[in-house]
């Protein structure tokens, strides 16, 4: 079963952000409703003709956020035939992208929307130090104060350095790279770059994790519209067809991980390549989920860009950043651009916007194919798609 | 007794008599009787097989560090005054891993697969945490 080009997507659209911050202490529901708009307008619909509505978010809870993609298609006064709020974490959106392609291609609705939105920072909610319940499968790792995620991404980045001899340098090239291309972004947060010594000298989060290998704390929201085949041909944007799509998942429990060193983007990402019917070397540019920069290296060698344990040598010399031969993470990513929580829809508004050659300074050259990866969870899930132009 | 202040179990039906186990200081995982394989954490059905079959045994309470990390941020009530202090995933001899910390131990000399064996902390009068330290 594929789902090849049955849809692709034809508007998107990120929220401005002041260090970070939405301006004017907009709510997270005046933020979706502001991308949602213009993603419609750039595509050239209208609110009317969306009838698929996909929406994944931490806000509202426990309350109205609990059934996001109701509580969205009230406000913003849809009334969708098809409705989506699969939450597995900051892959949801990749994953969304695989559902709506297929639900039109069963023909269950023809225009879907994809929302996220946070004020996570503002509103000061993203606090390590509260920790999480001990209830239920939880109750054998919320007693050991283990700092969530970040304690499990350095679990997974230690176990890497001892099975392989990674090193904290080869890890810190990652952030590295990413803000030189962040430096090439107006919207990001952080643009001055950074040296491997600058991380390597930045202060312990959980070892062997610096806080330059973290990602960003913002808030955000974006918006992602995909269209019909058919529908394409009425809508202004040039299509960025969806080629291949793939999504698992395998914990919750970092203690559950089968393989702290592989995550499932081995099983996602090979479909998603089987799908597309395109290579390794066929791809002009990869956005990853960075989290962390133990996300991005793991990755890479369970997408099969290089063997287990290569991830370091892969990266070095400053190979993903703006010259490399290797284009990642184009935007500065979540280590430098924007995290928003749930980060995994500005993979795919950095992916569009570079198919479509509206990069500007960091576009990447004739890009015409690109994959799209993300990650949520503590490495719990992934979700491939494999997106191309015209 | 001091007042414990971090976070304790919500033991429920599934993990009643884990706990219970450990306060008696026995390190009790569950064994599927129809496809053998040891499991943690305990339930009701095989993760491998989906039989109800399950039986308690006792750990040897010995295994060796799978992962673990020196959290340098607080990542719960009640252990700031801890930091920065150490989780681990210990995989037990039996296969099955769980998150724990190691006690009594020089956060340098830690490493992955260095072996570890189970100490009991009576942190409450109800609840004692399975706790490791290398092994001598």
Redesign the interface.
């Known amino acids: 079963m594929s789902i090849k080009r049955s849809a692709a997507i034809v508007g998107v659209a990120e929220h401005e952000l002041e260090k970070g911050k939405v301006p004017g202490g907009k709510t997270v529901l005046q933020m979706q409703a502001t991308v949602a708009k213009r993603a419609l307008e750039e595509a050239g619909l209208t609110k009317d003709d969306v009838d698929g509505l996909f929406v994944a978010g931490s806000w509202g809870l426990p309350g109205v956020g609990s059934m996001p993609s109701v509580t969205m298609a009230e406000y913003l006064g849809i009334r969708p035939r098809y409705t989506d709020s699969t939450n597995i974490g900051g892959s949801s959106f990749e994953a969304h992208v695989g559902h709506a392609a297929a639900a039109i291609q069963a023909g269950f609705c023809e225009v879907a929307l994809i929302l996220y939105g946070s004020t996570q920072r503002s509103n000061r909610s993203r606090n390590?130090?509260?920790?999480?319940?001990?209830?239920?499968?939880a109750?054998?790792?919320?007693?050991?104060?283990?700092?969530?995620p970040?304690?499990a991404y350095?679990?997974?980045a230690?176990?890497h350095m001892?099975?392989y001899g990674t090193t904290s340098g080869q890890l810190a090239e990652i952030a590295v790279s990413t803000r030189k291309w962040a430096k090439l972004n107006p919207k990001a947060m952080y643009r001055e770059e950074i040296t491997v010594d600058d991380v390597l000298e930045s202060?312990?989060?959980?070892?062997?994790?610096h806080l330059l290998d973290c990602c960003l704390v913002t808030d955000g929201a974006g918006a992602v519209v995909i269209a019909s085949a058919e529908r394409v041909r009425d809508c202004r944007t040039k299509p960025v067809w969806i080629l291949g799509h793939g999504e698992a998942h395998t914990h919750t429990?970092?203690?559950?991980m089968p393989d702290?060193t592989v995550t499932t983007a081995k099983e996602s990402g090979q479909r998603a390549f089987e799908m597309a019917g395109v290579t390794h070397d066929d791809i002009d540019l990869v956005q990853i989920y960075d989290s962390f920069t133990i996300t991005v290296l793991i990755t890479l060698e369970s997408l099969g860009f290089c063997k287990p344990g290569e991830g370091g040598d892969f990266v070095a010399n400053g190979r993903t950043a703006p010259g490399g031969d290797f284009p990642m993470n184009t935007n500065g990513g979540g280590l430098s651009y924007a995290h928003p929580g749930m980060y995994g829809i500005f993979l795919l508004i950095e992916a569009v916007q570079q198919l479509r050659g509206e990069c500007g300074e960091r576009q990447v050259p004739d890009a015409k194919l690109a994959l799209v990866n993300g990650t949520g969870g503590v490495l719990s899930s992934t979700a491939t798609c494999i997106l191309g132009r015209d | 007794m001091q007042q414990y202040e971090?976070?304790?179990?919500?033991?429920?039906s599934d993990?009643r008599y884990f706990w219970e186990q450990c306060k008696q200081k026995r390190l009790v995982i569950q064994k599927c009787m129809k496809c053998k394989k040891h499991i943690?954490?305990p339930r009701s059905i095989c993760p491998h097989c989906m039989s109800d079959d399950m039986e308690w045994v006792e750990s040897s309470g010995r295994g060796k560090i799978?992962?673990?990390?020196?959290?340098?941020?607080?990542?719960?009530?009640?252990?700031?005054e801890?930091v920065?202090?150490v989780?681990a995933?210990i995989e037990l001899d039996e296969g099955v891993?769980?998150?724990?910390?190691i006690v009594d131990c020089d956060r340098s000399e830690l490493?992955?697969?260095l072996p570890v064996e189970v100490v009991f902390d009576p942190v409450t009068p109800d609840i004692t945490?399975p706790k490791f330290r290398l092994s001598r």
């Open positions: 390590l130090s509260k920790g999480r319940p001990s209830e239920y499968t109750q054998f790792e919320s007693i050991w104060g283990m700092p969530a970040v304690g350095a679990m997974a230690q176990r001892h099975e202060p312990w989060i959980c070892e062997p994790l429990l970092i203690s559950s702290l | 971090k976070p304790l179990p919500l033991i429920d993990t943690f954490y799978y992962s673990y990390t020196v959290a340098h941020r607080a990542g719960g009530l009640g252990f700031q801890d920065p202090y989780v995933l891993r769980m998150m724990s910390t490493k992955c697969d945490l």
